[in-house]
């Protein structure tokens, strides 16, 4: 099993920037992707962006190229989303996820943190 907690969500301006981070633990030897995606009110889930565990490979919504960066810190065994130029539709609860080695989907949930930008 692996566990995800995410934090660093909260309310930014249009065109400022916030950082979310995602602490994978237990099996996290398990890993072979990790992604990041969000959910708005009133819509479907939509996938933001992944890298692979070892940190390289990072691959982006076209929604949020240029803006958004995923990036992992070995030493804490910490995947980030570095979110810039934020604007309003970017509102959303942003979840981080697990892609275990021999899996065919995300099977990893973190619990979700509320991003949201005002205009």
């Known amino acids: 099993q692996v566990q995800l907690v995410e934090s660093g969500g909260g309310l930014v301006q249009a065109g400022g920037s916030l950082r979310l981070s995602c602490a994978p633990s237990g099996r996290t030897s398990s890993i072979n992707t990790m992604g990041w995606f969000r959910h708005a009110p009133g819509k479907e889930r939509e996938f933001v962006g992944s890298i692979n565990w070892s940190g390289g490979n990072p691959y982006y919504a076209d929604s949020v190229k240029g803006r958004f960066t995923i990036f992992r810190d070995n030493a804490k065994n910490t995947v980030y989303l570095q979110m810039n130029s934020l604007k309003p539709e970017d509102t959303a609860v942003y979840y981080c996820?697990?892609?275990?080695?021999?899996?065919?989907?995300?099977?990893?949930w973190g619990q979700g943190t509320q991003v949201t930008v005002s205009s």
């Open positions: 996820a697990a892609w275990a080695r021999g899996r065919a989907k995300y099977d990893y």
